[in-house]
């Protein structure tokens, strides 16, 4: 796949991006580092999906989730997610509250939680993907959610934009009105990249 897209580099108006999604496990750092490192991609999201071997991110597993005291799950989840940005290893942190996809909430006000989320990942340098896919799932709501993303904006932490599109068809879902709610929260411009070097394009 890598090949067949450097293939295309070039060929088309719009530029061709080389990006990876890769999962951040605890205790791989090396291993992740190594595969980044022998690729020339333009940008790396690190992202959770799975809590030890447990891949909450699909509809297969959801009965999962009753195994979880809602609160501890979030907490387990967000200090994963604080991990993956401390690592280093990534430019963007991707569907930074992607344990929210089936619509298991928190029973408990989890701000502190998130509040320490953002400093850590302020502090990594590290952009948030704001990411419209979680329209289309059972939370209905983009990830991260408006309350992270006014926390990002506060700690002047930089954001992309993706659609997660799994078919052609996804591509770019809802940017409109999402668009709409980045530029209400006070972002003038989103992050891209090219061989992992970050620039800015205005909204
Ligand atoms: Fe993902």
Not at 10 to 28: A, F, Q, R
Not at 80 to 94: H, P, R, T, Y
Not at 113 to 119: G, P
Not at 120 to 128: H, L
């Amino acid at each position: 796949m890598i090949k067949k897209v450097n293939s295309l580099k070039g060929s088309y108006k719009i530029p061709i991006k080389l990006g990876v999604e890769m999962d951040y496990n605890p205790g791989y750092e090396d291993e992740t580092r190594s595969f980044i490192e022998s690729g020339k991609f333009d940008y790396v999201i690190g992202s959770i999906h799975f809590i030890g071997d447990w891949n909450f991110d699909s509809s297969k597993n959801i009965s999962g989730y009753d195994k979880w005291n809602a609160d501890e799950l979030y907490e387990v989840y967000f200090n994963l997610v604080k991990k993956a940005a401390e690592s280093k290893l990534f430019d963007i942190m991707g569907h930074l509250d992607l344990i929210k996809k089936f619509d298991y909430r928190p029973e408990s006000d989890i701000t502190d939680i998130l509040k320490r989320t953002v400093d850590v990942i302020g502090k990594s340098e590290i952009c948030v993907e704001v990411n419209t896919s979680g329209l289309d799932r059972p939370c209905k709501e983009i990830y991260p959610s408006k309350e992270i993303l006014k926390l990002c904006y506060d700690k002047n932490i930089p954001i992309t934009l993706g659609s997660d599109a799994h078919a052609p068809q996804e591509v770019g879902r809802q940017f409109d009105e999402t668009v709409k709610l980045i530029k209400n929260i006070g972002y003038k411009k989103i992050a891209r990249f090219a061989g992992r070097k970050r620039s800015f394009v205005e909204i």
